[in-house]
């Protein structure tokens, strides 16, 4: 048997797994190409993400959410620009 290492049921739990959601809601949003829409998905599902590397105090999770956040709302500003 396996022994998991993540929380379960805490905060971290839930927002991993909604943020996990919104993350693949924004990807079909992209693969029928309704834009701008799939940048704020994809935002806020690695926004989410980026709490859950914070509240587990994992660099890894936080140095790629961070830049990914920053990647989608440089994109929504164009977008509008």
Do not use: Q
């Not at 799939?38 to 999770?61: K, P, Q, T």
Request: charged share 10%.
């Amino acid at each position: 048997m396996i022994k998991k290492v993540t929380p379960t049921y805490d905060l971290s739990w839930y927002v991993k797994w909604c943020s996990s959601f919104i993350l693949l809601v924004g990807m079909v949003l992209t693969a029928v190409e309704l834009t701008p829409i799939n940048l704020f998905f994809h935002m806020i599902g690695v926004g989410g993400w980026l709490i859950v590397g914070c509240l587990w105090n994992d660099r890894a999770l936080i140095f790629i959410n961070s830049i990914a956040f920053a990647i989608f709302l440089i994109g929504i500003l164009m977008y509008f620009v």
